[in-house]
């Protein structure tokens, strides 16, 4: 394959933006080479500026359960934009798509929509400091809730992908409001709560995490911080950004049947259009003005736009929709494992739903510091060698994989051919 105009397009970009991006992992940079310059996505394919064609496995990562382009959901864009593209003034479009995020979601009796995950998650913990008249927030090492100060503290994502693990910027006085605990450690979680569980206003966690590649919590755990919040007086707050409408049709907290007291979503509720809400309790979300005193606004909020894709979206992906992602994955399991047993090459591969990411490690990754321990040249490699055969995954060990409706047999059969040939390289 040939980059030529990947690579003068990514000189020009570093000329307007720190690094050539406008969100740090696209760099490519924990991977070593240059990045991709996308021109178009049609389906479950990417195009770059050179012509060559990707199977997308990051799906804008996550957000396109039906795909590049899905017509369905492109029409009701059209359709809007020729009746404005926003009001700042309140829409029945928003009710309606509210409505639906009820239905899926029945913990959240009342929400409100923002524009990013990051806005979401940032709101749900002053909401959660606001109700309790507490400070302190609890979140978990090699989790990402976005850029918000109070959770640039050993997070995951591109914080991780770029070794960085608390960022710059983040006054000390803001960041020691924040204490993390190691994923599925129940002892450290206890121990926690019995010496500081009265200061604390809300746990935020990512029910399956997402962003130190796919490590889904254990129930137990999940379910004893549950009881502890209960106990304590502090909120939980599930951050099923990434994990609605993929760790399970109607998210992890349908998954494991545990009900939160604040959830944030984004990401596939928006279509690929920027979309995210939060809500939980209605008697919590009494506390956000205009109704109570946690002020929390937006110029762009609930988007006609953005709404309109949001609808399109989640209309046209059924159950029976989100079944077949899952048994794409659980298929592609069993054939990546079994390559990995040919090579013998040391493969976990971990998934939930319809999201998965594939990890060199002899053990299964059960944490941050695990994930950290895997074979991060490894992965360089997979990864390098999975893109110049045309298959696009995340350019970091520390992100997750996802499918849509538009991958079918031809794509399967396809990854698992390039599979096979980059494990045969890395037994090299
Ligand atoms: N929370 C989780 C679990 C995420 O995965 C992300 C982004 O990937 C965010 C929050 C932040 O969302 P956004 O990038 O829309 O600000």
Redesign the pocket.
């Known amino acids: 394959m040939e980059y030529v105009e990947s690579t003068k397009a990514f000189y020009e970009a570093q000329k307007v933006f720190p690094g050539g991006v406008n969100s740090p992992v696209r760099a490519f940079g924990a991977m070593e080479r240059d990045p991709i310059f996308i021109e178009k996505g049609e389906g479950a394919y990417l195009y770059d500026v050179d012509g060559n064609h990707y199977l997308d496995y990051v799906l804008s990562?996550g957000p396109l359960v039906l795909g590049h382009s899905d017509s369905r959901v492109v029409d009701a864009i059209v359709e809007q934009a020729n009746k404005g593209t926003s009001y700042g003034a309140t829409t029945p479009i928003e009710t309606e798509l509210g409505i639906l995020l009820q239905s899926l979601y029945p913990s959240m009796e009342q929400l409100r929509f923002v524009n990013?995950?990051?806005?979401a998650?940032m709101s749900a913990i002053r909401l959660a400091r606001g109700y309790t008249g507490r400070k302190r927030i609890v979140k978990f090492s090699g989790?990402?809730?976005?850029?918000g100060d109070s959770f640039l503290v050993e997070a995951g994502?591109g914080v991780a992908t770029y070794g960085t693990s608390n960022s710059a910027g983040v006054p000390e006085e803001i960041a020691n409001l924040t204490s993390t605990l190691p994923y599925n450690d129940m002892a450290a979680l206890e121990d926690f709560f019995e010496l500081h569980g009265n200061e604390v206003a809300g746990v935020i966690i990512?029910p399956v995490a997402?962003?130190m590649g796919l490590v889904p919590s254990n129930y137990i755990f999940l379910q004893r911080i549950r009881q502890l919040t209960e106990e304590f007086g502090a909120l939980l707050i599930f951050?099923e950004?990434?994990t609605g409408s993929r760790a399970a049709y109607r998210g992890a907290q349908e998954a494991y049947s545990i009900q939160p007291d604040i959830t944030?979503l984004?990401?596939v509720i928006g279509g690929g259009l920027p979309c995210?809400a939060y809500g939980g309790k209605r008697e919590i979300m009494a506390f956000v003005s205009p109704l109570g005193s946690v002020y929390q606004a937006g110029t762009l909020s609930g988007n006609p736009l953005a709404m309109a894709a949001g609808l399109a979206t989640l209309k046209n992906y059924h159950e029976e929709d989100f079944n077949q992602l899952v048994n794409y994955v659980e298929r592609l399991k069993e054939a990546v494992l079994s390559l990995a047993e040919q090579y013998a090459l040391p493969v976990q591969f971990q998934s939930f739903g319809s999201m998965f990411s594939i990890f060199f490690s002899e053990t299964p990754v059960e944490n941050y510091a695990d994930a950290q321990a895997s074979n991060q040249e490894m992965f360089k490699r997979f990864f390098s060698g999975l893109l110049d055969l045309g298959i696009y995954i995340p350019p970091s060990q520390y992100e997750t994989l996802f499918v849509s409706t538009k991958h079918g047999e031809v794509e399967f059969q396809l990854t698992v051919e390039a599979i096979d040939k980059v494990f045969q390289s890395l037994c090299r």
């Open positions: 990562w990013s995950g990051t806005e998650t989790c990402y809730h976005g850029h994502s990512e997402g962003n951050d950004v990434m944030t984004a990401k995210a």
